[in-house]
């Protein structure tokens, strides 16, 4: 990847976190507490994620990881304890760091600009707010999430046999039975969310679903 396309990568993911740090200016505590799309999470603790994310650094995550003998609980550990601050704090932090880029080892640029679109979906969705991310953005999330060598992100097998088809941008993933869609929709059903299912056809459409819910 160029510097250039780095740094696109890099805007994007700043112009998301602040798109949700305005969003969360407009909630009421009644909709913060809302349960999110991420399991265990209301909406408030899916934006303290996203400011963990930027804000404790790699060893805070791995001496929480240590400690809980788990990736994701220690993610879970930093995201609940951010939680406490108060909205307007969470969404300031993530206003004010916007533009700081992140590119992990091995994964790059792409694995947060892929991370903050579900999680948009995650918080506007239960919230019946519009979830219509930018469809470039939502395309190259989806090259992120299905290429066969991103474990940990996607479960492996989730998406074998299954070819994905947008049907609002003219790209496609995988092989084997078709399921169309929206970009969106694709999005967060890879990433293991059922809430936009129900936009989705196809004749693969059945193993899908059937995965995410075993």
Do not use: Y
Not at 93 to 106: G, N
Not at 121 to 126: K, N
Not at 128 to 144: C, H, K
């Amino acid at each position: 990847m160029s510097e250039a396309d780095a740094t696109e990568l890099f805007a994007a993911v700043a112009d998301e976190r602040r798109r949700i740090a305005d969003l969360l200016d407009e909630l009421d505590d009644a909709q913060l507490a809302t349960p999110s799309l991420c399991a265990g999470w209301d909406i408030k603790t899916v934006a303290a994620h996203l400011v963990s994310v930027l804000a404790d650094s790699f060893w805070t995550f791995q001496w929480w990881t240590v400690r809980h003998r788990s990736l994701a609980a220690g993610i879970d550990e930093l995201a609940r304890r951010r939680a406490r601050q108060p909205a307007a704090e969470i969404a300031d932090t993530l206003r004010r760091c916007a533009d700081r880029p992140i590119s992990p080892p091995l994964f790059g640029p792409l694995d947060p600009l892929a991370d903050i679109v579900v999680h948009s979906g995650d918080i506007r969705i239960p919230l019946g707010l519009p979830f219509a991310p930018d469809l470039l953005r939502a395309g190259l999330a989806l090259d992120f999430l299905t290429a066969p060598w991103r474990i940990g992100f996607v479960p492996v097998g989730r998406l074998r046999g299954i070819r994905l088809c947008a049907n609002d941008i003219d790209r496609t993933w995988g092989r084997g039975a078709e399921v169309r869609g929206s970009a969106a929709a694709l999005l967060m059903s890879v990433g293991g969310r059922t809430a936009l299912m129900h936009e989705l056809e196809g004749p693969g459409l059945p193993l899908l679903r059937h995965r995410l819910s075993g």
